[in-house]
């Protein structure tokens, strides 16, 4: 409970912080985008992964304001990269909790943002893990729904660790699909994970959606997954995630 109350006096007092993890293009060898990922830099603990905390901001419903934040805080980086003509087509990966898609508030929340940072809708990629669509699937279709028509674009995070239904594929207007890092760490040594992976590529792109591989560590995977047809990747091969002054940094000198 005194976490709690330090996690919602740190949203309220600017103790959030985001990282972003560049995306590449396995085609082009460039950044086609930015996923954000949360921090809390805490009075005494040091800067927190979200691990130590997002449970617990899911549960107590504080991922609520945090996500908002996040949000915000994500496009109003997106304005000043966008200072740099070379960044103008950059997307931005947000992601987001089972609570966030049940808040009938939340359509708004991503419609002001995208209005008051003039974003293109076409820039923003909201990434919802399997569980949490499956937690209430009507109320994640009528948000997804919603979302997709303010021209926003769906990723579908974690892929393979959940119930991998492949009738969400279909009936949610996804345009993406996360494989998730676990798949990825057998490329090139284990058999399995390598047929899992180009099963998945090849079921993005049976359903018209682009693949993104996780957690990306070495050339081999590189080149399994360029070789597999599999359209970006994130990854500690390509850059950890970094605060804002480095990815802008890590930017200038990939593209
Ligand atoms: O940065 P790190 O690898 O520790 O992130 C772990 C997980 O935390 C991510 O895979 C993501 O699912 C979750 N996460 C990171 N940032 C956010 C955020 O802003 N909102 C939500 N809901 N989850 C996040
Ligand atoms: O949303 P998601 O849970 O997929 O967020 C990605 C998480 O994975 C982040 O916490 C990030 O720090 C972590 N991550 C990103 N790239 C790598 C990687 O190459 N290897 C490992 N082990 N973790 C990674
Ligand atoms: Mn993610
Ligand atoms: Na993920």
Redesign the pocket.
Known sequence: LRALGELRRGIRDGALRV?Y?PQIDLRTGTASGV?A?VRWQHPTRGLL???EFITMAEESGLVRPLGAWVLNETLKQAAALRQDPRNARLEFAV?LSARQLNDPELVDTVKGALQLWTLDPALLQL?I?ETALMSDPAAALESLTALKNLGVGLAV??FGTGYSSLTYLKKFPINEL?I??SF??GLGSDSGDAAIVGSCIDLAHAVGIRAVA????TSGQEQALRAMGCDLA?????A??LPAPLLEEWLQANL
């Open positions: 990282h993890q996923e990922l992964p979200p691990s992601n990434e893990t995070d974690d996360k998730d890092r990825i760490t996780e957690g990306v560590e994130q990854g500690f091969l390509f950890r995630p």
